[in-house]
């Protein structure tokens, strides 16, 4: 283990190892910016395909609520109409009815004035304590105003429709329940009144936002006024409309979708609220068309809203731990990598130490034999050929130095002996050029004796003044052949090495 530690942590391959992982970190950011480009891409279209699917699952499920109570009123409707003549038993149908169906919270029986001649007006009306209470409640009124004058029984009086709606007549402390009025017909088809039932907009809050497609997304439900009528916050429930929970610093796009939501429209929208950024899906409310059942009127809105870091924060998750991955894994790889171009660069360090070695003069290194085919062992068997070779040249550059130095010696040796010569012929060339100065003088004055007094000169002094020349020049012959047969040789030699 201490080797391998070594191994990966040693200098030489440090530059080699930083040029792999800069590269491997490299192609490694671009793929995984591409990779978190896409996802992200993908990401976004999963939260708004989620956030599309959450406002229809919502809206399904408020319709099958709706459904439920309307489907639990009609049931109770055409057996009531049986025993119209039996006004004591209406209290038995509106206390069954809320008994039998857990999202109805209060039911309540109206006729129109004078519908039974002994009673000017006359309404059952059964009610939960609390919407989770099995406990009933048979108040006298339903609301604090009488039924004849309140809207939910005037206008289904007048159209003779049923429908959804939200009772005026509460206390500024209590939520505003959601009223189902279905209009009571005669044979004459003469509204003779009204059934309105109560359904807790808290359950339908609590039953809407369980299946939210994230911890901190809800849905909401509002009239054409903008009044919630579903709101996880019980406070927005109490007669608030959107546009009243709206801060005055918010910006103007949050106003836009929220006069876009009340208007009917179809859309999406980004906002901040408190330097959060949140999303905003909505459209109308729809009621689902079932054959045989009428579809009571109703003028509502659905919207979804989530933050959108509940989306981003699994793609940040997600960066975070590639990011973790991809680090570990870099260094992982930085420490293989220097295992392992330790070991397979080895040869190539043992080359440097004997270049080294080489270029300090030692030629006769030994350069290891090596099986291997790779690069390496390719460059370690070239490189021992590369010495083989140099170490030929080497010595037959100190066996051309040797002769060279032989030879130069040897030329030194005759060049000295030569100047010798040279220096003992001007010597002897100087004495016999001496020696010869008396002859040709004395050969001189007898010529120019001669020639001046020819024809005073007596034979006797004639043949003595010749006799004088023939020896001087005798003397001057002598010392010619004496320098002519002494240079000559070292004239030769001169001819043999020049």
């Not at 070594?6 to 530059?15: N, T, V």
């Not at 010696?409 to 001496?434: G, I, M, P, Y």
Request: negative net charge; glycine residues 4%; proline residues 5%.
């Amino acid at each position: 283990m201490r080797k391998l530690f070594k191994a990966a942590f040693s200098p030489p391959s440090l530059k080699l190892n930083t040029t792999a992982i800069c590269e491997v970190m490299l192609l490694l950011v671009v793929s995984l910016a591409v990779i978190f480009y896409f996802s992200r891409e993908v990401l976004k279209k999963e939260a708004v395909q989620d956030a599309e699917q959450t406002l229809r699952g919502s809206e399904l499920q408020v319709d099958n609520v709706l459904r439920g109570v309307e489907q639990s009123v009609g049931n109770v409707y055409w057996e009531l109409l049986g025993h119209l003549d039996q006004p004591d038993h209406m209290t038995t149908y509106a206390r069954e009815l809320v008994v039998c169906n857990p999202h109805i919270m209060g039911c309540a029986i109206s006729f129109v004035p004078n519908y039974y001649p002994d009673r000017e007006q006359f309404m059952a009306y059964v009610q939960r304590k609390k919407y989770d209470s099995p406990e009933l409640l048979t108040p006298e009124m339903m609301g604090d105003l009488p039924y004849v004058e309140q809207d939910w029984y005037k206008d289904a009086v007048e159209t003779g429709l049923s429908s959804w709606r939200q009772s005026r007549h509460v206390t500024n402390d209590e939520e505003m329940p959601l009223l189902f009025c279905l209009p009571m017909m005669d044979r004459s088809q003469q509204v003779i009144g009204v059934m309105a039932v109560e359904v807790s907009v808290d359950l339908l809050s609590q039953m809407v936002n369980v299946s939210k497609m994230s911890s901190s997304s809800y849905c909401i439900l509002i009239d054409k006024d903008g009044k919630y009528i579903i709101n996880p916050d019980p406070e927005k429930r109490k007669g608030k409309t959107i546009f009243d929970v709206i801060p005055e610093d918010a910006p103007s796009v949050v106003l836009e979708s929220a006069q876009a939501m009340a208007a009917g429209s179809t859309g999406n929208s980004f906002f901040y609220v408190g330097g959060e950024e949140y999303r905003l899906f909505y459209k109308p409310f729809v009621r689902y068309e079932v054959t045989g059942r009428a579809r009571p009127k109703n003028d509502w809105r659905i919207a979804v809203v989530y933050p959108t870091v509940d989306v981003t924060e699994s793609y940040s998750q997600l960066i975070y731990h590639v990011m973790a991955i991809a680090v570990g894994a870099l260094l992982l790889f930085w420490i293989l990598c220097r295992i392992v171009f330790r070991i397979q660069l080895r040869p190539v360090r043992e080359l440097t130490e004997i270049a080294e070695s080489i270029a300090e003069g030692n030629f006769n290194e030994e350069i290891p034999r090596t099986r291997r085919m790779d690069e390496v062992g390719l460059f370690q068997q070239n490189f021992r050929i590369m010495q083989e070779t140099l170490l030929t040249q080497v010595e037959e550059e100190e066996q051309l130095t040797k002769t060279l130095n032989e030879r130069r010696e040897t030329l030194r040796r005759l060049n000295d002996q030569a100047k010798d010569s040279r220096r003992v012929r001007v010597d002897f060339l100087r004495n016999v050029t001496n020696q010869m100065i008396a002859p040709s003088d004395a050969i001189g004055k007898c010529v120019n004796n001669l020639l001046e007094h020819y024809d005073e000169l007596s034979p006797e002094e004639a043949r003595r003044e010749a006799d004088t020349i023939r020896r001087e020049s005798k003397i001057i012959l002598g010392l010619l052949d004496q320098m002519l047969n002494t240079s000559s040789p070292e004239v030769r030699k001169e001819d043999n090495y020049g």
